[in-house]
């Protein structure tokens, strides 16, 4: 199984990014999915998570109406869109593969990590 992650970089206060992880070993039409991030000295923190139908999401109050997740079955590609970022956004996002069934917060229910891409926001 592998998780491999693009699209993070550098972007301005308000701007966009859209983050894409590419799953291999795996369907993503069989397991949950999802993104974590983790900035320095403090714990991995839930950004959002996917069903195995793709038709239900689910993403922390504190990010609603501004991150957004969705994925191509067809390419094994999971997506997170990310709008109005704030410098508060920058960490390092990882893409995750759940436990079979599980949505969650918690790291316990994660059973395969990505390597990471960095997302800074700065001027």
């Known amino acids: 199984v592998q998780l491999v992650e693009s699209g993070g970089g550098l972007v301005q206060p308000g701007g966009s990014l859209r983050l894409s992880c590419v799953a291999s070993g795996f369907s993503l039409e069989q397991d949950f999915v999802g993104w974590f991030r983790q900035t320095p000295g403090k714990e991995r923190e839930w950004v959002s998570c996917?069903?195995?139908?793709?038709?239900?999401?689910n993403v922390p109050n504190s990010m609603k109406g501004r991150f957004s997740i969705s994925k191509d079955n067809a390419k094994n590609i999971v997506y997170l869109q990310m709008n109005n970022l704030t410098p508060e956004d920058t960490a390092v996002y990882y893409c995750?593969?759940?436990?079979?069934?599980?949505?969650?917060?918690?790291?316990?229910?994660?059973?395969?990590w990505g390597q990471g891409t960095q997302v800074t926001v700065s001027a």
């Open positions: 996917i069903n195995k139908g793709g038709d239900s999401t």
């Open positions: 995750v593969r759940y436990y079979d069934g599980i949505c969650s917060r918690l790291l316990r229910h994660v059973q395969n």
